[in-house]
Structure formats: C-alpha cells, structure tokens
C-alpha cells in the first residue's frame, strides 16, 4: 500500500491482550520502517470506523479460575471508558473533537475515544517501531526466512517513565504453498530414499 513494502513486515498491534489480533479483530497495523503510514486510517471516518473499540483482559478478580480447553477462563472482553480508568488508554488513545472535526493525539479532550498508538508512533513515548524493525532483522536472519514474532510491551504512566517490552514467541512465517498432484512416472523407484 502506496510506500509501504512488503519486505519491511508488517505489525499488529492492539491494546490488551492478543486474543484479538489472533480473531481478526480491529487493531492497527503499520510497518516499523515507516511508522507514521496507516492504511485503515486514512480519514477520520476510517479511524472511527476501524479502531479498536474493546480490548480482552485478564479478570484477577477470582484467583481459583479453573480453565478448560476451549474455553474463555479467566479473560474479560472490556471496552476503552475501562482502560481509560486503569490509565492504560493515555499512551495509546486519541479523540475525535467534534467541535474542530479533528482527531487529537491523547485522550484529554471530551469526546469519543480511539486506539491509535499516537504517542508511541509519532511521538516515540516508547521506540517500538525502531525496537521491531531490529527484532524483525535479527530473527529474519537467524532463522533465514521471514518471521513472526509475538510480543507484549507494558506502557505506564508518565510519571513513572519506565516501560517494559517483552518477545513472547519467534518462529518461522507460515506460508501457504500451492497444491498440485505430483506424478512419479520414470523414477526409478529402486534408488528411492523413501517411498
């Protein structure tokens, strides 16, 4: 899409835990070479239309929990008034300001709430881009192909100023092949490794 390339990769991210980028839901996307490029938000109406509204949690509220396969356990699907009140919104959140019809980086205006990672992207509060175009690299060639890696990052509040990014997973892209019938006719089976 326009100056993104392929060969740079391409990152999901979303507030909370990655149940969500896991189901397809909305999250947003970037590449960290150009950080600053959003193909879902082009207008205003796209990040209002896009965004990530909901996030998934842990509920810490019963430490007994009992998970079952399949099952939900212990997460919680809540939505952004929530994350505002835990203060996890604040470096991840812009708001659309109806009287200006504009969309402002941060949350301290009165208005609808969004997911845009506004001051980690633009404003570099936290070097993810920068931090994953270097993870991208090193696993791309240590494993000599292209990767996906999964990740967490903990943003707190200013005032403490320190932030916590963590690699959960790196493995090899999954890349889905074509599929055609292979015909053995003229090998000589005699020589064959395995059969």
């Known amino acids: 899409v326009g100056r993104l390339k392929a060969d740079e990769g391409l990152v999901q991210v979303a507030l909370g835990l990655g ?3 896991v189901e397809g ?3 947003l996307r970037f590449s960290p070479a150009r950080p600053g490029i959003f193909p879902q938000f082009a207008t205003t ?4 239309r896009n965004s990530q509204k909901e996030f998934y949690a842990l509920n810490l509220s019963n430490p007994y929990v009992q998970v079952r396969p399949g099952g939900e356990g212990p997460l919680v699907k809540l939505d952004l008034a929530r994350a505002e009140h835990d203060r996890t919104l604040q470096p991840i959140g812009s708001v659309y300001v109806k009287e200006d019809g504009v969309l402002r980086d941060g949350i301290y205006h009165s208005g609808p709430r969004y997911v845009t990672f506004a001051h980690v992207l633009k404003a570099q509060l936290f070097p993810l881009a920068g931090i994953l175009e270097k993870l991208m690299a090193v ?3 240590s ?3 292209e990767v996906e890696i999964e990740f967490a990052a903990n943003l707190f509040p200013p005032e403490q100023d320190l932030h916590e990014f963590a690699v959960v ?3 090899p892209l999954a890349t889905t092949g074509e599929r055609s019938a292979v015909t053995l006719d003229g ?3 005699s020589r064959a490794l395995c059969w």
């Open 19 to 21: 149940k969500i980028v």
């Open 25 to 27: 839901g909305s999250v």
């Open 45 to 48: 109406g796209d990040v209002m």
């Open 139 to 141: 696993c791309r060639r």
């Open 143 to 145: 494993m000599g192909n």
């Open 169 to 171: 997973q790196c493995r």
């Open 187 to 189: 090998v000589d089976r």
